[in-house]
């Protein structure tokens, strides 16, 4: 074959590629718009049957030199990135999603700024238990000039049998201390219709890791005008995680925090496995503040501090740790809770590891 027979069949070849990506695109654009009318009508965006008869049609007309297998594989693969492509779409409909709204959500909690570059920190006892244990966290916490406690009323456990917390009583507790130290309370509701009954008393909803998927109660923090801090589910995946917050933000209230708190994996040398990877993950996904709890992914006082250097490090809005005066007789997590004198220390040393942002 001579140069120039080559030269035109390659440049045949050129001229076929390019009428290939014209007719892709050109497909590509009509699986988005099917895509749209699916998510309107609620339909699932994967159809296993609808596939599998453009598939037999597609081989039906294959006259070669390709295999039908080959034909399939090939085909297979253009499917899948359609499906790709509506999957992106749907993330950037998001309300959460970083494409829908470019620039950080900044969360205000009775004046604190949650997201605008300086690290916010949270602490407190796993649960309440009475006035006096919790007042002398406070003490504790407001010696360092921070502004936010966090306390359980209403403890969703693994037995039936252990403590659940003192309820309504609990929340009580919190507002009192709150109110003479001049803090702002995060604490778990855990049942939609204690939602309005719970405004009274606390300043940010948590949404705990075993309710992240109680659609009900996103739905009805997403319906009121108070911050909710949102938990990662024990085995969610991020999108789980984030679709559960467009369970909040779909409602209207966009002061929503996110809190990865470690997911359930083989390993048992901690209590959970510290995604870390997760912060810059969501930050990048999400405009929503990210924060990380030491405790409940950790289990463990020892690595309370690294693993809270390591959130700072990786881009982390806040971080949440377990206080407690005498951890060794706490109703709940005795293991996993700094005594006030861990707490001055672990404090000492995160503040030395702070990040200089701009």
Known sequence: MSNRG??????????????????????????????????????NRYEPVRERDMLNLIIDHNDGPFENSTIEHLFKEIFKAGLELQKDDHRKALLVSRKKKPEDTIVNIKGEK?????????????????YDQVAQVAQTIKDKGLKLIRGGAYKPRTSPYDFQGLGVEGLKILKQVAKEFDLAVVSEIVNPAHIEKALDYIDVIQIGARNMHNFELLKAAGAVNKPVLLKRGLAATIEEFINAAEYIISQGNDQIILCERGIRTYERATRNTLDISAVPILKQETHLPVFVDVTHSTGRRDLLLPTAKAALAIGADGVMAEVHPDPAVALSDSAQQMNLKQFDEFYNEIQKFMPVRA
């Open 114 to 130: 949650v997201g605008n570059g300086t690290p916010t920190f949270v602490f407190g006892p796993c649960a309440v238990e009475s």
């Open 6 to 43: 080559l030269e035109e069949l390659r440049n045949s070849v050129d001229e076929i590629n390019l009428k290939l990506l014209d007719l892709i695109n050109e497909r590509a654009s009509l699986v988005q718009e099917i895509g749209r009318v699916k998510e309107k009508q609620g339909v």
